[in-house]
């Protein structure tokens, strides 16, 4: 879809974005974003996320998702898989 059919298309699936506790900041630039995901500054990163439709009842609840979506994918050791 062409850039500009983008907004519109948003609107239209805003309930999907809701319903999976989409992420989506207001306020922040991808760099600044970058930034404070590397710092683990959850607290800030929460205050500028957009929440959709209510699907946060609070920041905490928030920062726990930042937190989940953004650990480390670790991959098993040969021992893990033998077992």
Known sequence: MHWIEHPTFFLKTLDQYASHQAIIFDGLDFGQ??????????STLARHMVNLNGAFSSDTEAMALLQR???????????????
């Open 33 to 42: 974003v970058f930034f404070l995901l590397m710092r683990k500054r959850y």
């Open 69 to 83: 979506r953004t650990m480390r994918i670790t991959t098993p050791t040969t021992a893990e898989l033998v077992c």
